[in-house]
């Protein structure tokens, strides 16, 4: 006997059973309902059987055309965990090389969605195959610190990265929700699962770039909550309401992919939504800890643990656990936590160790369990044997008069190890000696960047996360916009 709860497709039919009109993905065509997805994917599930794909075949899914094709791949998705089937989800924002490497790489059939659509009608209704112990999808990391790598997840470790994030967020089973980017992509994938496994509705539309849209998603969808990065919502903290409109009223924000500064979270809450949740989390572990409405907001940001059976670890240079509120590098482990990447025994060495899982943070975790972060191992710089933390100085530098943003990074030097250099997004040019007088008073000589380069805006991912070794190549491109310091 089946539960709920023990494979994607089973999470969804029990879904359908129990509220089989309510909302589960809406778009600008309308309202998709839990009964016409279930429908739909157990249609897709009896194409696919027909075009040879069985449980554990090992296949890879085009997914394009967001608009058009997004309630259709939505429910190929859907059919091939029914089937039990391997995929590979090639989304939209990967780059058209690596779309048509990896289904080699991996050594996976890519599904013609063409012939599935000259497909005659369905003959016979296809096996289930989808079991919770079996590999189910490729998951991509970010790729934001190096080249990004696949974990091979099954549908239990699926199913608890959804319930770990569902615990973050806030969310209720009527609740809309709308996520920083549509599906088909990567983010959404993970709202996806999180929201239908808890009876919600997903909604299909772009991100709104100021409070004007975001009132207008409101009104036309329905909004209750959204997820946003960093940079999304500095947007939306900046833009201005239409006059005499105010937002209606959100249950949950939830913010996530980047620092946030103190001040800013504080504006979030008095601006936006007093229900703002803000998030930490790693590809792959799905959500570890949060700031929750209601809970202080410090000159440093701790976060409380709430995935149930998580445990967390600041431990020290030979994995010895750490003192209460000592910064040492954290590590994580739970039961849906896989313990190796795909195809990559050297990265599973560095980040998989006795039964731990080492992400590259570094942070403290205090006497009340609650993690406060201090960056990442790989972006702390060595400048001339003093230890650099980014995370520390840039919301320092972004007080300064015209800036906007600011990123620090260490780039190769060959006398002082790395020399530190930050990228700003401002709004003039940059008085060279006020810069310098205001490093030296607020962070110290040591510590103050040597370059600074001005650039329009900081690359990011699709999801809003900084991407730092993008702004190493930049360094080495750069000339003539840029202030000298040391």
């Given amino acids: 006997m089946r539960s709920p709860m023990d494979s994607i497709f089973s999470s969804l039919a029990a879904r359908a059973a129990a509220q089989p009109e309510a909302p589960a993905f809406i778009d600008g065509k309308g309202v998709l309902t839990y009964r016409e997805l279930l429908e739909g994917a157990e249609q897709a599930a009896q194409r696919l059987w027909q075009q040879g794909v069985r449980a554990r075949a090992r296949v890879a899914l085009p997914l394009g055309g967001r608009a058009a094709g997004a309630r259709r791949t939505l429910k190929l998705f859907y059919g091939l965990a029914y089937l039990g089937a391997v995929v590979l989800p090639l989304y939209p924002e990967m780059a058209p090389a690596a779309r048509a490497a990896l289904p080699r790489r991996y050594g996976l059939r890519l599904i013609d969605l063409r012939?599935?659509?000259?497909?005659?009608?369905?003959?016979?209704?296809?096996?289930?195959?989808?079991?919770?112990?079996?590999?189910?999808?490729?998951?991509?990391?970010?790729?934001?610190?190096?080249?990004?790598?696949?974990?091979?997840?099954?549908?239990?470790?699926?199913?608890?990265?959804?319930?770990?994030?569902?615990?973050?967020?806030?969310?209720?089973?009527?609740?809309?929700?709308?996520?920083?980017?549509?599906?088909?992509?990567?983010?959404a994938a993970r709202y996806l699962l999180r929201v239908h496994g808890g009876g919600g509705a997903l909604v299909n539309l772009e991100f709104p770039r100021s409070r004007q849209e975001l009132a207008a998603r409101v009104r036309a969808a329905g909004v209750t909550a959204f997820?946003?990065?960093?940079?999304?919502?500095?947007?939306?903290?900046?833009?201005?309401?239409?006059?005499?409109?105010?937002?209606?009223?959100?249950?949950?924000?939830?913010?996530?992919?980047?620092?946030?500064?103190?001040?800013?979270?504080?504006?979030?809450?008095?601006?936006?939504?007093?229900?703002?949740?803000?998030?930490?989390?790693?590809?792959?572990?799905?959500?570890?800890?949060?700031?929750?409405p209601g809970e202080p907001v410090g000159d440093t940001l701790a976060l409380r643990p709430v995935a149930p059976g998580l445990e967390a670890q600041a431990v020290g240079m030979n994995d010895e656990a750490l003192p209460a509120g000592t910064v040492g590098q954290l590590r994580y482990r739970a039961p849906w936590v896989p313990d190796k990447y795909a195809g990559n025994p050297e990265a599973s060495a560095r980040h998989f160790r006795g039964g731990w899982f080492y992400p590259g943070d570094l942070g403290s975790i205090d006497a009340a369990g609650r993690i406060v972060l201090q960056g990442r191992a790989d972006d702390v710089i060595n400048f001339c044997g003093a230890m650099i933390v980014p995370q520390d100085i840039e919301p320092v530098l972004a007080r300064f008069p015209g800036v906007d943003e600011v990123a620090v990074v260490g780039v190769p030097h060959p006398s002082a190890g790395q020399l530190p250099v930050a990228f700003v997004v401002a709004r003039g040019a940059i008085d060279r000696a006020a810069w310098r007088k205001f490093c030296?008073?607020?962070?110290?000589?040591?510590?103050?960047?040597?370059?600074?380069?001005?650039?329009?805006?900081?690359?990011?991912?699709?999801?809003?996360?900084?991407?730092?070794?993008?702004?190493?190549?930049?360094?080495?491109?750069?000339?003539?916009?840029?202030?000298?310091?040391?």
Avoid at 152 to 181: S, Y
């Fill in 115 to 187: 012939g599935l659509a000259a497909g005659g009608p369905a003959r016979a209704r296809a096996p289930r195959g989808d079991d919770p112990a079996r590999p189910f999808l490729y998951e991509f990391t970010s790729g934001t610190t190096g080249a990004a790598k696949a974990l091979l997840l099954t549908q239990a470790q699926l199913a608890g990265v959804a319930r770990a994030g569902a615990a973050a967020d806030g969310w209720l089973p009527d609740d809309r929700v709308l996520p920083i980017v549509p599906w088909p992509s990567k983010a």
């Fill in 227 to 292: 997820c946003g990065s960093v940079e999304a919502l500095r947007l939306l903290l900046k833009s201005t309401p239409a006059p005499g409109e105010t937002l209606p009223p959100l249950r949950a924000l939830r913010v996530s992919g980047a620092p946030m500064r103190p001040e800013e979270l504080r504006a979030l809450r008095a601006q936006i939504t007093p229900n703002v949740h803000f998030c930490y989390g790693t590809t792959e572990t799905g959500m570890i800890a949060a700031l929750r």
């Fill in 440 to 486: 030296e008073h607020h962070i110290g000589d040591l510590r103050s960047p040597r370059r600074v380069i001005r650039v329009r805006e900081l690359p990011r991912n699709p999801a809003g996360k900084l991407a730092r070794e993008r702004l190493v190549a930049l360094y080495r491109r750069a000339s003539g916009d840029n202030v000298a310091h040391g």
